[in-house]
Structure formats: structure tokens, C-alpha cells
């Protein structure tokens, strides 16, 4: 099935650094999530974006989604220990009749280096 | 207010046989879907259940199915299982999938995670 693309694959940074991802789609979404995920968990739902434009925070989280609405962005400011872990972005496609399933990129692997 | 619930935690299944997977959603959410997530593929969708009937459907070949009863838990079944079948298979719930997008925000559970020798 369709994947997104998002990079980078995984980011090694010190504690207190910001950190920056992207996800592109050759398709176009009407809905952008992210979500993280720790070991032996599901994913956990970070931000919803649901307009072309938008931009959205969640505490040190800001999120946009782009204006061609095939790609979106994740910033997270001044990185603490408990931010380790995979991000995934996911786009879904809604209308007034339904929604398809979440289509997810391959994840950002976040490590917090001592 | 509990989360999505999915037993059991950890299978281990020999090739051939065949497997069911139990997901009971957050109460009140109406509409639950499944993913698998393999180290190779990532995370990719399964189907959707709606009101017991599904409504939506990935690329997955006929040996996967799934079932919803009237209380919204959900079941999914594998059949004929083969080595590439090893993965973590996740539930995800929502208010109302075939809704306003604010009542599409699918949560997920812990998932359960299917080895297949």
C-alpha cells in the first residue's frame, strides 16, 4: 500500500535542541496526524491538522499542515529525555461520506544523546 | 475512561495454523480499525468496522478478516498463517468514523504482537 514519505529516518540530538521533521505524500490529504509511539505501546496522538495552512501546538509541539496539502511538518522545541522515541506522521483522506484508514510514514527515530 | 484494550499481549503461532485477535474499544466509540506494523512496512491499514459491517478495506490478501459485534468489540482472524505474518497488530477506535473529521481521531491500543514459527 501507499506509504508516506518522512525524514529524516532517525535524528540523534542533544537535550535542549529543537528538532524538526517532515512528511511528503504524492497523493493529497485533507487530514495530517502525528503520533508517537514508545517501546511496547500503540501510537499516541500528538496533533491534528484539518486545513491547508494550518498551525497547530501542543506545548513545545507545533505542527503544520502545508499549503499544497501533500506534506506536513513537526517541530519539537527545547528536547527533553522523555520526547525519545518514533514519531509517525499519517494522512487520511475525508469526506462528507467517510474516511479511508490512516496511511502512516516510516516513522522518525528520536534519540536523546547524553 | 478506560483506553482500547487488545488481547492477548503476545502470541506464538506455528505456520498453518490460524489466529484470532480481540480488540474492545474506548466506551462509546463506534467505529474500530486494525494495522499492522512490520519493521519492513511499517505501519499499514487493515479494514474498518462500523456498526458491525465493514466499511472500508486496505490491500491485505482474504486470509485476514475481521468481525464487529453489537457492542462494537472487534475480532480479527488470520488464516493459513505464514513467517511474513510475524507483526504487531494494532486497534484503533473512533467516535465516528464516518463523521466530522474531529470525530475520526482514531486511539490506539497497546497492540498485540502475532510470532509466527
Known amino acids: 500500500g501507499q506509504q508516506l514519505n518522512q525524514s529524516p529516518q532517525s535524528m540523534f540530538i542533544q537535550e535542549g535542541e529543537d528538532v524538526s521533521m517532515n512528511c511528503t505524500s504524492s497523493?493529497?490529504?485533507?487530514?495530517w496526524l502525528w503520533y508517537k509511539q514508545d517501546p511496547g505501546e500503540g501510537p499516541v496522538l500528538l496533533i491534528a491538522?484539518?486545513?491547508?495552512?494550518e498551525l497547530t501546538s501542543n506545548g513545545r509541539l507545533t505542527a503544520q499542515f502545508g499549503t499544497t496539502r501533500k506534506d506536513s511538518f513537526l517541530n519539537i522545541s527545547a528536547s527533553i529525555p522523555s520526547d525519545v522515541g518514533i514519531y509517525f506522521c499519517a494522512g487520511q483522506w475525508y469526506s462528507g461520506g467517510g474516511a479511508d484508514g490512516l496511511t502512516f510514514g516510516k516513522g522518525t527515530h528520536l534519540i536523546i544523546q547524553p | 475512561k478506560a483506553g482500547v484494550t487488545q488481547t492477548p499481549r503476545y502470541l506464538i503461532k506455528t505456520r498453518g495454523q490460524q489466529v484470532t485477535l480481540s480488540c474492545s474499544p474506548i466506551?462509546?466509540?463506534?467505529?474500530v480499525s486494525w494495522y499492522q506494523q512490520t519493521p519492513g512496512q511499517g505501519l499499514q491499514f487493515l479494514f474498518e468496522y462500523f456498526s458491525e459491517t465493514q466499511r472500508n478495506k486496505g490491500n491485505f490478501p482474504g486470509r485476514f478478516s475481521g468481525r464487529q459485534f453489537s457492542n462494537s468489540r472487534s475480532e480479527m482472524n488470520v488464516s493459513t498463517l505464514e513467517l511474513g505474518d510475524s507483526a504487531l497488530y494494532l486497534c484503533?477506535?473512533?467516535?465516528?468514523?464516518?463523521?466530522?473529521?474531529?470525530?475520526?481521531?482514531?486511539?490506539f491500543g497497546a497492540g498485540t504482537r502475532l510470532s509466527v514459527l
Open positions: 497523493s493529497i490529504f485533507n487530514t
Open positions: 491538522l484539518y486545513k491547508a495552512g
Open positions: 484503533a477506535s473512533s467516535l465516528d468514523f464516518h463523521g466530522h473529521p474531529l470525530k475520526n481521531i482514531q486511539y
Open positions: 466506551s462509546g466509540h463506534r467505529s
